[in-house]
């Protein structure tokens, strides 16, 4: 359980965990494109999140409850690999170049997106202690 002060900031700077971890996932995938049998991997975080919340509270609570009550400890990010036995090369590898640089630039402005609402987060504790 978090508190109710860092809650969001807790689940916002998990996200930004996941998400950093899922670029340097994705920049791997690039840098093995050429790599005979290579078979892209990717991370799964978000469906263990959205269980979290939806575990936490009452139907009835408020995002923040949800927030303040999650278990953050119990949320795992999992790298897995896709398609083991798909290739669309005649090496074995699964990687398409175009679809990597495409996931990594939208996997680098989710992650500048939850850097900017925790800063906007601390932002708001600040003005409440002035």
């Not at 978090?2 to 900031?9: D, E, K, Q, T």
């Amino acid at each position: 359980m978090n508190s109710g002060a860092f809650g969001y900031v807790d689940v916002l700077k998990t996200a930004a965990d996941a998400s950093w971890l899922r670029e340097e996932v994705l920049t791997n995938n690039i840098a093995n494109v050429d790599t005979p049998n290579y078979k892209r991997q990717d991370v799964e975080f978000t469906t263990y999140l959205k269980s979290a919340l939806e575990q936490a509270g009452t139907p009835a609570s408020t995002l923040t409850q949800k927030v303040n009550e999650a278990n953050l400890s119990g949320i795992t990010t999992r790298t897995y690999t896709e398609n083991t036995t798909l290739s669309y090369r005649m090496d074995g590898n699964n990687v398409d170049l175009s679809t990597e640089n495409a996931e990594l630039a939208a996997e680098q402005i989710n992650y500048n997106a939850l850097i900017d609402s925790m800063n906007n987060e601390f932002t708001r504790m600040k003005a409440v202690l002035k």
